[in-house]
């Protein structure tokens, strides 16, 4: 109830909710402007067409073909040409994204009449605007200090690409939303006197966001192996934490595991499918080979290079390709991989500027600083670019304190669940290259250090300036 009825006593859930309300309704806005000025666009993330295809002909386990051809975007709905004689022919999604959230939002479209992305942009505002009291609420259990918890909460806030992939409706997102989801139902669980039913509603609710973004599988068990170490050094919280993990992972076996296993039973003839093998071969991105090969920014094009023809990605056999030139290619260069990993995890920590394009690890320019300024300056759109990721730099700066005073606090359970739970706690951080759309949904947790940095910092500078206050009284006192 503490939610969503406010009182005079919790000022500070109210206005955490109103900020990401108004946050987001600029990025929409935002987003509706462009949608206003700019032609038709092509239907561009795979789940756009998977959702429309099950809005106009049902749910299937097949996409129709022709959605992909002639479905595009505009003014934030989806129109098509579409004749209504032209028999569509259902082929089998890719590897990449399964089709659960395409599904929910069809639903949500029919339920609204329209294949609108505002309706949806509206959702994923209001379910942030209360992911940020459930992040806040844990805090405060985690810190026993209401001011601490809602300024680090407002790290989330103030890390401006999470809130902006929000209204953008990529599935990365629920990266988020179950990250606030576990932290708050396993702490109220454990701190208070929260029933079986309560936690088991939580570990249901993330295994509906697992069923969106199946790479949470790697966030789960890094969280639960910080828990579970927190239950190791506190024996006075480990029954309730071990009952937290269980359920948590009991939840996400039976309603993520299962249906994800039996939908690949169907669709592929197999349980478990996963473009493991571009996966892994996209980490070579970022630098050329040791020998001068080059590694092109899109792995279909190196695939056509090697095979000496165009092969369409997304199916079983474009990946078992990647699979084998992956290993060929770290039996030969297993140092030079690493050392790709390294670029990637060192873009975690410290923000690419605009000269070196995030997406694919591109080279950096050869150009002087003088010929950068005046890049910078008669492009506006790039000068925003560079400000926008020197916004970022100063965040991550600002968490590398606020880690230093967080362990010097003893938090330790703070930091593990912030830098392990959550920043470290993807596979794409290994294995793959960085889209900024996943980097945004774990450098948040980066952000909510800053912050309580900020607020330790003002502590001990308002601790400093009181003792001179009564070191000032005392001495009038006495004179």
Not at 20 to 42: D, I, Q, T, W
């Amino acid at each position: 109830m503490e939610l969503f009825f406010l009182t005079y006593k919790n000022w500070r859930p109210a206005c955490l909710i109103l900020a990401g309300l108004f946050l987001n309704s600029l990025f929409v806005y935002h987003h509706y402007r462009v949608a206003k000025e700019e032609p038709a666009k092509n239907i561009t993330y795979a789940w756009h067409a998977q959702a429309y295809s099950f809005y106009k002909y049902g749910f299937s386990n097949k996409l129709a073909s022709v959605v992909v051809q002639k479905g595009s975007i505009k003014d934030l709905g989806i129109v098509d040409t579409i004749g209504v004689k032209e028999d569509p022919q259902f082929v089998v999604p890719c590897i990449y994204d399964p089709v659960f959230y395409a599904a929910f939002c069809s639903w949500v479209w029919k339920l609204c009449g329209a294949p609108s992305f505002l309706f949806l942009m509206l959702i994923n505002t209001f379910i942030f605007s209360i992911a940020l009291v459930m992040l806040f609420n844990a805090l405060k259990l985690l810190f026993r200090n209401g001011n601490k918890a809602f300024f680090t909460t407002c790290g989330a806030l103030a890390f401006l690409p999470l809130v902006y992939h929000n209204t953008m409706n990529t599935r990365d997102v629920h990266h988020f939303y179950a990250f606030t989801i576990f932290l708050y139902f396993t702490l109220s669980y454990i701190f208070e006197k929260k029933s079986f039913a309560f936690l088991s509603f939580g570990a249901f609710l993330f295994a509906l966001c697992h069923l969106v973004r199946p790479a949470l599988f790697s966030s789960l068990f890094a969280l639960a192996g910080v828990f579970f170490l927190w239950g190791c050094y506190a024996p006075l919280y480990r029954r309730k934490i071990l009952i937290s993990l269980s359920t948590f992972c009991g939840m996400s076996i039976l309603f993520f595991w299962v249906p994800f296993m039996v939908f690949n039973k169907i669709t592929y003839d197999r349980y478990f499918i996963n473009p493991k093998g571009e996966s892994f071969l996209v980490g070579f991105q970022g630098l050329p080979f040791p020998d001068g090969e080059p590694m092109e920014g899109m792995v279909g094009a190196f695939i056509a290079r090697k095979e000496g023809k165009i092969i369409p990605m997304g199916d079983q056999y474009f990946d078992d390709l990647c699979w084998k030139y992956f290993k060929i290619y770290f039996k030969k260069y297993p140092i030079h991989y690493f050392k790709c990993m390294f670029l990637r995890v060192k873009g975690m920590f410290w923000h690419d500027l605009i000269w070196r394009k995030y997406y694919f690890f591109e080279i950096k320019q050869n150009a002087s600083k003088f010929e950068k300024l005046g890049i910078l300056l008669s492009n506006p759109g790039m000068l925003l670019e560079y400000i926008s990721r020197l916004y970022v730099r100063l965040i991550l700066f600002l968490g590398f304190i606020g880690l230093f005073l967080a362990l010097f606090k003893r938090e330790y359970l703070f930091v593990g669940i912030v830098i392990f739970g959550i920043v470290l706690s993807s596979v794409y951080l290994w294995i793959e290259h960085f889209q900024q759309r996943v980097l945004a949904m774990h450098q948040w947790g980066i952000a909510l250090l800053a912050f309580y940095g900020l607020f330790c910092l003002y502590e001990m500078i308002k601790i400093r300036v009181d003792k001179r206050c009564i070191k000032r009284m005392n001495e009038s006192v006495i004179s």
